[in-house]
């Protein structure tokens, strides 16, 4: 039982950052700021870096590859609804784009920093490793969710009318 104790070391360091990344990427979307339409995609790839090196570093006994792929599809579900209904403004002239009070990616990148840190509490406390599992599926989960949401509105803001946006500042 004692054999094995979990260290922390540079993967949860990194899972940790790239966690905090994602959430960095997507205060400007929340703000209700305008931004270029290819930045509706920056928090995927920290996303999907953070949910994979997550379950690269489960446990190989408990790591659910299945229930994991199972909460990624869910999370694009959820996603690429959530999006459909999203208002969306889009200046042609300045290449810009804004999500008023679309403050759901946010949420859903804290949602996913939170439950990093479940599941690396729960893997270095050497407790149930349901509560790993379960954490794991929820940080693929969202990352489904960030991933289908941004797809939608890259793809909604192909045809979506003209808006003028006040040009401030970028």
Request: proline share 6%.
């Amino acid at each position: 039982m004692f054999g094995t104790v979990p260290k922390l070391n540079i993967l949860h360091l990194i899972v940790v950052f790239l966690a905090c990344a994602t959430i960095f990427t997507l205060l400007r979307e929340a703000r209700g700021r305008s931004l270029p339409p290819g930045q509706l995609f920056t928090s995927v790839p920290f996303a999907l870096a953070t949910a994979i090196l997550l379950l690269a570093m489960a446990n190989p006994e408990t790591r659910q590859p299945r229930l994991w792929l199972a909460g990624l599809a869910a999370g694009i579900a959820i996603g690429v609804a959530r999006a459909s209904y999203l208002t969306l403004q889009l200046d042609r002239m300045y290449s810009r784009l804004r999500l008023p009070k679309a403050r759901d990616g946010l949420l859903a990148a804290c949602l996913l920093a939170l439950c990093v840190i479940v599941a690396l509490g729960a893997a270095l406390a050497l407790s149930d490793p349901t509560l790993e599992v379960g954490a794991t599926c929820a940080v693929a989960a969202s990352t489904g969710y960030l991933s289908g949401r941004a797809i939608t509105l890259w793809r909604r803001s192909l045809s979506a009318p003209h808006h003028t946006l006040h040009h401030t500042s970028p």
